[in-house]
């Protein structure tokens, strides 16, 4: 595990990606087209996720600030509940029945995305989010606890 390692599959990830969605282009089918390019953009995720691990081993993590926290919180809580929704819509499509396997298999695949995006969200919100908030509080505690005379000349 090094970044070097890491460097080195994010740019095979985006070369396949790219070569992926190209390779699409031109197919006719719409069931093999639009897996074609869900492939290619999870390659690209996959290439994204590999640039995060290169600068996790960097030591390199910026705090979240108090203002940042809010809205990180809050856009995160939006798309949690947006995926819930969406969520119930395809449970209750799929629970009506659907004749078409090919549409079937796409409501299927969109089922198991939603499901995996709203823990991923939810894993997302409880512990990156909320444990790695650095508050105002925070660095005054830190200050407070270093400081040799905690505000008063001499102790």
């Known amino acids: 595990m090094s970044n070097a390692s890491f460097e080195k599959m994010s740019k095979l990830e985006k070369e396949y990606s790219r ?3 190209e390779s699409a282009k031109d197919v006719k089918n719409p069931v093999v087209r639009v897996v074609m390019v869900a ?3 999870d390659s690209l995720k996959h290439s994204m996720i590999y ?4 600068e996790l081993l960097k030591g390199e993590r910026p705090l ?3 203002v940042e926290l809010d809205r990180i919180a809050g856009e995160i809580e ?4 947006t995926e819930e929704e969406m969520i119930r819509y395809l449970k209750e499509t799929l629970e009506k029945g659907v004749d078409n396997k090919a549409i079937k298999f796409f409501l299927e695949t969109l089922l198991r995305d939603e499901l995996y995006h709203h823990a991923l969200l939810k ?3 409880e512990m990156i989010v909320r444990r790695e908030a650095f508050t105002e509080s925070d660095l005054w505690d830190l200050i407070w606890k270093e400081a040799t005379f905690h505000g008063a000349p001499g102790g």
């Open 19 to 21: 070569k992926l969605a």
């Open 39 to 41: 492939v290619a953009q």
């Open 51 to 54: 640039d995060a691990m290169t």
């Open 64 to 66: 979240i600030g108090e």
């Open 78 to 81: 939006y798309h949690i509940r």
């Open 123 to 125: 894993k997302v919100l």
